[in-house]
Nanobody, 118 residues
Framework: QVQLVESGGGLVQAGGSLRVSCAAS????????MGWYRQPPGKQRELVAT???????NYADSVKGRFTISRDNAKNTVSLQMNSLKPEDSAVYYC????????????WGQGTQVTVSS
């Protein structure tokens, strides 16, 4: 059984920084890619950033230059450093990963709340 568990998040003022992290555990041969989605109140879930095992990254236009995604392949962890936060970044942030065992299967974390006050 595979689990993705997020940590971090919380409340911060606009212009501040937060870091969210996610650790995958269980029977994992490989997990690729990993990344983050977010879901603002009343809106659909949207892609924030993704990173491959090789380190290739992709960001939503709205966070480019402010957010940085990183991962530790040995520990099966992924982190998102969020700087210059804006109120519109407020959302539940979900970690995800495509886990390779005998198949490729998508897993989600439980979500962590990020609230940016103006």
């Amino acid at each position: 059984q595979v689990q993705l568990v997020e940590s971090g998040g919380g409340l911060v003022q606009a212009g501040g920084s937060l870091r969210v992290s996610c650790a995958a555990s269980g029977s994992i041969f490989s997990i690729n890619p990993m990344g983050w989605y977010r879901q603002p109140p009343g809106k659909q879930r949207e892609l924030v950033a993704t990173i491959t095992r090789g380190g290739s990254t992709n960001y939503a236009d709205s966070v480019k230059g402010r957010f940085t995604i990183s991962r530790d392949n040995a520990k099966n962890t992924v982190s998102l450093q969020m700087n210059s936060l804006k109120p519109e970044d407020s959302a539940v942030y979900y970690c995800y990963g495509i886990v390779v065992t005998t198949t490729h299967q998508l897993y989600w974390g439980q979500g962590t709340q990020v609230t940016v006050s103006s």
